[in-house]
């Protein structure tokens, strides 16, 4: 999944992708694949999807096992930076040649099934070559938009916070489930006097993170049509975040642009944020110190709001080839070599086969592996609201004035109504 501040930080985890980005792929027919089957009965399909060298090499082995065990179905590739991804899928499913199975996100489901994009693969499903049963936490559930099978979850991630362990030690602060956020921003206080570091690097323009929040108090960020929340309630958030700034319980946000594209935790500017679980192998990579997983801060000491997130595998309505392409999402959500292969690249494992296929040897994983289990365990995570189609137009603008408001270019006034006026354009309201 990409979100606030994680679509950042996806392109710089897969930073070049593009280098390699035209594997096998060639010219086709207005309707996917190579626009029928070969004398031999042989058909092509197109996969797309963003990242770069690492994934495009995993999932290049995954697709060798499945040509192996499907000799008559060939898959020829196509894989891109984020940013770079959309703009070329807008191009070819403006132009009626979208790839026939390509990896998507919820904030696009509603965008492109009202696109008339999408195929809707329950069919495939109620004939048995898609299997929708045996996935964990209920995320057979997580790509279905109004009776519809627009997506199949091939790993989740959940929001957690990121914390530099060593500084939160030396501050006396241990972080356990349920505690408030009242008991959180206590602490970010306690690191700032006791470490001389920011406590947070800032939740200005993390978007699910102030999702969670609205669900803890009875909204959401988006309902089914809209946005689920007043400017009233934006106001608060980041006249919330602006104090934290002020105090120094956040790190200066003009820091934290300085430092880029290296983070703010592995930058020793502040002692943790709030991302996505499966990010955690990025602060390994980057920083010097130990990094570990924190729970989100409540409003009641229960609710979090959580939910478990997922990037899935959707299909184009213009393929030829549906079976086929059912026959692709299911081997790559259900054969355990694949998991072997992919690891937590795409999130962890979303089947069970695949989540016990394989077992991370990192403590690294281990951690987030551990982490979701607490979440289950813990009976805290929830459905998802499903996204509006102009969703992903939101979420990028919030990504955007809420770091333009951070660098004191403008202020929360202005930032609230820009955002809403754009989002209420994304969205039709």
Not at 35 to 41: I, V
Not at 143 to 172: T, W
């Amino acid at each position: 999944m990409v979100h606030g501040r994680n679509v950042e930080r996806r392109t710089i985890l897969k930073a070049a992708g593009a280098t390699a980005a035209t594997l096998g792929l060639a010219a086709t027919t207005g309707c996917g694949g190579d626009g029928g089957a070969s004398a031999d009965g042989t058909v092509t399909i197109r996969y797309a999807w963003w990242g770069a060298e690492d994934r495009a090499q995993r999932i290049n082995k995954t697709i060798a096992l499945f040509e192996k065990k499907y000799p008559k179905i060939k898959v020829k590739t196509d894989f891109q930076p984020y940013p770079d991804f959309w703009k070329k899928f807008n191009t070819q499913a403006s132009g009626g040649n979208p790839p026939d199975v390509f990896q998507n996100a919820i904030g696009f489901l509603r965008k492109y099934d009202a696109k008339n994009v999408l195929l809707d693969l329950s069919e495939q499903a109620e004939a048995g070559t898609l299997r929708m049963e045996g996935f964990r936490a209920g995320l057979e559930k997580f790509g279905e938009i109004d009776g519809k099978l627009l997506g199949v979850p091939v790993g989740s991630n959940s929001m957690a916070l990121v914390i530099d362990k060593p500084v939160y030690a030396r501050a006396g602060v241990r972080p356990e489930p349920g505690w408030t956020w009242d008991d959180y921003h206590a602490a970010m206080k306690k690191i700032r006097d006791r470490t001389g570091r920011a406590g947070d690097t800032g939740p200005y323009n993390v978007m699910y993170l102030y999702d969670l929040y609205l669900r803890q108090n009875g909204k959401a960020f988006f309902t089914e049509d809209a946005l689920g929340f007043t400017e009233a309630d934006l106001t608060d958030w980041w006249t919330k975040a602006e104090g934290g700034v002020e105090d120094g319980s956040y790190a200066s946000q003009k820091k934290v642009a300085q430092i880029k594209p290296k983070s703010a935790v592995a930058g020793e500017i502040s002692a943790g944020e709030f991302t996505w679980d499966n990010f955690t192998v990025r602060y390994t990579s980057e920083g010097k110190s130990e990094y570990g997983l924190a729970p989100i801060p409540t409003t009641d000491g229960k609710k979090t709001g959580q939910y478990l997130g997922s990037l899935m595998l959707s299909a184009s309505k213009r393929t030829r080839h549906p079976e086929e392409v059912a026959r692709f999402i299911d081997f790559m959500v259900h054969d355990p070599e694949v998991a072997r292969i992919m690891g937590y690249d795409r999130g962890v494992p979303a089947t069970q086969a695949q989540y016990d296929a394989y077992q991370p040897t990192d403590e690294v994983n281990k951690a987030i592996a551990a982490y979701e289990e607490s979440l289950v365990e813990g009976g805290v995570l929830e459905p998802i609201t499903p996204h509006p189609n102009g969703a992903d137009v939101c979420e990028a603008a919030f990504l955007r004035i809420g770091e333009e408001l951070g660098l004191g270019k403008r202020s929360v006034g202005e930032a609230v109504e820009q955002f809403f006026t754009e989002s209420k354009t994304a969205l039709g309201t």
